[in-house]
């Protein structure tokens, strides 16, 4: 097993999501990889995500922000120079996520806060979320990567971020900037410089492995290029937008999923599903199996797609379905 790292000074989105697709796509075996950045003035959705529902757009875009879309799962989340991101890369036998948030939980100690995981997806100190995490598979490898709280302006992250009354709801709070705190706040001290630092410290003791640098060859300049132009085009980052005959919107145990679908002689001709859910892959083979679906209550449950990591999930929306009027 051999540990490398990656440390930007990047602060463009798409240019950053590009980077961390490059390296996604040639993990090498044996090998995990840590690669540390951060945006600014960015607010960055899931995969499945409704940009206009989850950010308010208009207000953001005055203020110079940039919305981008990640290849998550997951909810929506704001980027300052205040916040570090990090991303574990590994190859599926290698990948292990108690082990991954051990190091950030640990480079978190290190300044002598308790950090412990929360949920699905979250770690939190004092109680309150400074790291949201979300997670993304492929066919050799899997990443996983997340915001680190620091000395974030929550009152741009209040004002930009806009989730539904009813997720807050689940998460037992009235507003966005109630569930969250900045590390800061419990030691000022605290630093992305510094907390950078005892990531790196805290990869080298989780894995006992000295990290080495990645070798800059590895990340080719064409391909990069081409990468950060996708993440930046509006069809990626806002999707496109139609008229939809019939929509619905639940909050389940694991996420919040919208249906739009059009419907001709009774069967559904195009089908959008929108999710919070963390894993966006079953949520985009849920959608497809939506489309030309009849557009009956047995026929959307039993186009549910179902499979060994969503069978709780599929079994949720499936009664949902059952017990719809239409």
């Known amino acids: 097993m051999k540990c490398t790292w990656y440390v930007t000074d990047c602060t463009d989105p798409y240019e950053n999501l590009a980077r961390e697709e490059l390296l996604f796509s040639q993990i090498q075996p044996g090998e995990i990889l840590l690669y540390l950045w951060q945006n600014d003035n960015t607010v960055v959705i899931g995969r499945n995500q409704n940009a206009w529902r989850e950010c308010r757009l208009e207000t953001f875009s005055a203020q110079n922000g940039r919305l981008a879309r990640r290849l998550s799962g997951g909810g929506a989340v704001y980027h300052d120079m205040g916040n570090q991101n990090f991303t574990f890369i590994a190859p599926h036998d290698l990948y292990d996520v108690e082990c991954q948030t051990e190091v950030i939980r640990l480079a978190v100690n290190a300044f002598g806060?308790?950090?412990?995981?929360?949920?699905?997806?979250?770690?939190?100190?004092?109680?309150?979320k400074f790291s949201g995490n979300a997670f993304h598979r492929g066919k050799d490898a899997a990443f996983h990567h997340g915001t680190i709280l620091i000395s974030s302006d929550m009152g741009r992250l209040s004002?930009?971020?806009?989730?539904?009354?009813?997720?807050?709801?689940?998460?037992?709070?009235?507003?966005?900037?109630?569930?969250?705190?900045?590390?800061?706040?419990?030691?000022?001290?605290?630093?992305?410089?510094?907390?950078?630092?005892?990531?790196?410290?805290?990869?080298?003791?989780?894995y006992g492995v000295a990290p080495q640098p990645l070798n800059p060859s590895r990340i080719d300049p064409e391909k990069l290029k081409q990468l950060t132009a996708?993440?930046?085009?509006?069809?990626?980052?806002?999707?496109?937008?139609?008229?939809?005959?019939?929509?619905?919107?639940?909050?389940?145990?694991?996420?919040?999923?919208?249906?739009?679908?059009?419907?001709?002689?009774?069967?559904?001709?195009?089908?959008r599903v929108y999710s919070d859910a963390m894993d966006a892959l079953w949520v985009k083979e849920l959608e497809n199996s939506l489309a030309s679906t009849p557009f009956n209550?047995?026929?959307?449950?039993?186009?549910?797609?179902?499979?060994?990591?969503?069978e709780d999930d599929a079994a949720e929306v499936a009664d949902f379905f059952r017990e719809m009027t239409l």
């Open 159 to 206: 004002k930009f971020l806009a989730p539904s009354p009813e997720k807050l709801e689940a998460k037992g709070v009235k507003s966005v900037r109630a569930r969250v705190i900045n590390l800061a706040e419990l030691n000022p001290d605290i630093t992305p410089k510094g907390i950078r630092a005892a990531i790196l410290d805290a990869f080298d003791k989780v």
């Open 297 to 310: 209550t047995a026929a959307l449950a039993a186009a549910v797609p179902n499979n060994s990591q969503s």
């Open 230 to 271: 996708r993440y930046a085009d509006d069809d990626w980052r806002l999707g496109r937008m139609s008229e939809f005959d019939y929509s619905f919107r639940r909050r389940f145990s694991f996420g919040e999923l919208e249906f739009h679908f059009s419907v001709q002689n009774g069967n559904i001709t195009e089908a």
């Open 113 to 128: 806060i308790n950090a412990e995981r929360s949920g699905r997806n979250d770690i939190q100190a004092d109680s309150k």
